[in-house]
């Protein structure tokens, strides 16, 4: 799969935003799917897994904050964020592992070149 993001920006604390990822290529809907942050200065972590029967997981920091879907007509992956923080800014990326689950440490085999999501107080 070949992965774009798109929907970051700038938001103030409180406020939301919805990232997008679009997926090209075959069979969608056989990938487990997951966003992944990487703050400056901070090692990249695990935000959202979903997997292709949709159940979710989520990383503690952004439970009942953030909200991962997919559109397995459309080839999308979302990300949903809630009342933002400022400690959730960082470059948001995609990525992509061929199996029904996946985890924080899978080695997925495709990632989009990211987009950055700036929250301010």
């Known amino acids: 799969l070949q992965l774009v993001e798109s929907g970051g920006g700038s938001v103030q604390a409180g406020g939301s935003l919805k990232l997008s990822c679009a997926a090209s290529g075959y069979n969608f809907d056989r990938y487990c799917m997951a966003w992944f942050r990487q703050a400056p200065g901070k090692e990249r972590e695990g935000v959202a897994i979903?997997?292709?029967?949709?159940?979710?997981s989520y990383a503690a920091s952004v439970k009942g904050r953030f909200t991962i879907s997919r559109d397995n007509v459309k080839n999308s992956l979302y990300l949903q964020i809630a009342a933002p923080k400022p400690e959730d800014t960082a470059t948001y990326y995609c990525?992509?592992?061929?199996?029904?689950?996946?985890?924080?440490?899978?080695?997925?085999?495709?990632w989009g070149q990211g987009t950055q999501v700036t929250v301010s107080s």
């Open positions: 990525a992509a592992f061929f199996a029904p689950w996946c985890g924080w440490r899978t080695t997925y085999t495709s």
């Open positions: 979903i997997a292709t029967d949709h159940s979710t």
